[in-house]
């Protein structure tokens, strides 16, 4: 079992350029969410979704959009990509509401400049 | 605004002794609390829990004591190990508040074990 796989582990991206972060789990958790991590910061929240077809804004979802056509899949989308995206993004699943935990992908590096 | 807060970046403490996180909240609402570690390069992986019904959840070698009244929480490593050293993120949520019962992180701890 891979639980939650996240692609591409590291990039470089130059400003205005556009990417998507790509997030699979095959733990069919209805739950998925998206994080991103500063340094010396705590993980704050994008985006998260509640099942397939059902998105909703976290704390700081602005220059972000996310999509979730299957319960495996939710990929985050970065369009014009500024230096204070440069962050360190996590996608995360659960079974219900966080009462049972989530687990976490192992993370994608992303740089702008 | 912070909802949790951790106010220690960092923590060194030697093998063999008791290791102690803390954890401030703001929220009321607030009604399940966890631990999540973290080592570098690595997601964060949930460590422990405790519901606000409870004051105390032990796991072997880790304890969460909860104190609702002061919204305080701690994380007990006894004794602590050298592969214990790693980031430390304290995380609340509210199932029945706004948040859609979301967790809400704090900024993390950084545990040093020293042999």
């Known amino acids: 079992n891979a639980g939650v796989t996240q692609t591409p582990k590291f990039r470089i991206l130059k400003i205005g350029q556009s990417m998507t972060l790509q997030c699979a789990q095959d733990m069919n958790h209805n739950y998925m969410y998206w994080y991103r991590q500063d340094p010396g910061m705590g993980l704050k929240l994008i985006y998260y979704s509640v099942g397939a077809g059902i998105t909703d804004k976290g704390e700081v979802p602005n220059g972000y959009n996310v999509s979730r056509s299957t319960t495996e899949d939710f990929p985050l989308r970065l369009e014009l990509a500024a230096p204070s995206q440069t962050s360190v993004y996590f996608c995360?699943?659960?079974?219900?509401?966080?009462?049972?935990?989530?687990?976490f992908g192992s993370g994608t590096r992303l740089t702008v400049v | 605004d912070q909802q949790v807060k951790q106010n220690s970046p960092s923590l060194s403490v030697q093998e063999g002794r008791i290791s102690i996180l803390n954890c401030d909240y703001t929220n009321s609402m607030f009604d399940y609390f966890l631990w999540y570690k973290k080592y570098p390069a690595e997601g964060p992986t949930f460590l422990i829990s405790i519901s606000s019904i409870k004051d105390k959840n032990e796991d072997g070698r880790f304890t969460v004591f909860l104190n609702k009244s002061a919204k305080h929480l701690s994380l007990h490593i006894v004794p602590s190990q050298p592969g214990d050293s790693a980031v430390y993120f304290c995380?609340?949520?509210?199932?029945?508040?706004?948040?859609?019962?979301?967790?809400?992180f704090g900024k993390g701890t950084k545990l040093s074990v020293k042999p």
């Open positions: 995360a699943n659960s079974y219900l509401v966080s009462n049972y935990g989530y687990t």
């Open positions: 995380a609340a949520s509210a199932i029945y508040g706004g948040s859609q019962g979301n967790l809400i």
